[in-house]
């Protein structure tokens, strides 16, 4: 692919737009910017909080330790964190910096001011996130839509300060993702110059191999990533999915610590690097080489998830695995029908895994998806693969992404609702 080639540009734009830091689990870190950001419009800390939020904000919030509270967990823990100690110019990093000393400032929020929560009126909106503070008769209110940090309305006291226009997706700020397939994605990681995304990719290396490696050490979550190796010892397979597993364990648990996100998600953006980088520490390819297969692993990773969208009942770590697949088929020398045989052949293997929100378990589900990659390679090398019109696999691999992308956002919509409707049924699992 030419660099003067409008898709080489828009290529570079969507990994720097996607590859972004973030501490702690994307959905409540995105109530906890809302929350800041709502807090330095009002000017005072409030006296009452209502928060609305669709049904997957609930889910994916609901079970996960939000980092720098002492292990809270839920919307009220994002809320009152980001209005107490956050800091909204930095965004998804907005509780990075919380001193142990206001710590307990969190809590004693929480304990005093009356906060509501209610699902959104907005049922057809998928994320949606407002929040209106209030101090004495002053008020404020901010509304994020579609993705994490996407503000559509900011108002003080009835005064609009700022707000959105209507429309699509896809060019609310951010490149037409449309552009991808996986043809043009190997080309592009073929012919890159590396210094254009050299900066963005090596932040991601270094951001997610120092999770992965506290996750191995630390007793974080349910420990999927040290019970692999324990279990199964230390082939570069077993590696690629425990680091993988490790890195989320580590996160989904409160780990106060950032990872590069894709798509949205930081157990997205581990599960699509660190199995490609275990493989390339493996075969010492070397770091452009490693840069390349990196391209691959995240652009694909990207381009099943805009058929999907941000938050769906199909669980993202499929798409990332699979991508991890298509990375590491490309890393050990694979053009692209190897890449997008070996794509298929994975998302034949683990496209019924539901997302019923971020947990511990999410860890286990990265580590199946990445095996399924693993093994979508190892069959195509020795020259066995899926065949279209077996199940959901059509013939050629963009119609089987697309397949896939009906499947994830449409057909598992009224899986999502009877998810949601099982994990409110369960209660709050607030420690």
Known sequence: MR???????????ILKEELVPAMGCTEPIAIAFAA???????????????????????????????????????????AAAGITVGEADR???????????????????????PMIVRPSSAAEVIFDIDITLHAGTDYSRLRIKDYHTNVVLIQKNGETLFEAPEIELSSQGLTDRGVLTIKDIVDFADTVELDDVREV??????????????????????RVGRVLLDTYGYDVKIRAKAMAAAGSDARMSGCEMPVIIVSGSGNQGMAASLPVIVYAREYDVGEDKLLRALCVSN???????????????????VNAGCGAGAGIAYLLGGDYDVVAHTLVNALAVVSGIVCDGAKPSCAAKIASAVDAGIL???????????????????KGVEATIANIGKLGKDGMRETDREILRIMLANGSNQE
């Open 3 to 13: 660099s003067d080639d409008t898709r080489y540009k828009a290529y570079i734009d």
């Open 36 to 78: 800041a950001k709502a807090r330095s419009v009002l000017g005072a800390l409030p006296d009452r909080v209502e928060i609305s939020v669709s049904g997957n904000i609930i889910k994916n919030v609901k079970s996960v330790v939000v980092p720098n509270t002492c292990g809270l967990k839920g919307i009220e823990a994002a």
């Open 91 to 113: 965004v998804l990093e907005v509780l990075a910096n919380v001193s142990e000393a206001d710590k307990p400032k969190i809590k004693n929020f929480m304990r005093s001011v």
């Open 201 to 222: 990719l090596e932040r991601q290396i270094s951001y997610n191999t120092a999770i992965a490696n506290e996750g191995i050490r630390g007793n974080w979550g349910a």
């Open 299 to 317: 652009l694909v990773t990207i381009h099943q998830k805009t058929w999907i969208g941000r938050l769906s009942a199909f669980c993202g770590a």
């Open 376 to 394: 979508g390679y190892q069959m195509y090398v020795r020259g066995l693969e899926f065949q279209g019109g077996d199940g959901i696999i059509s």
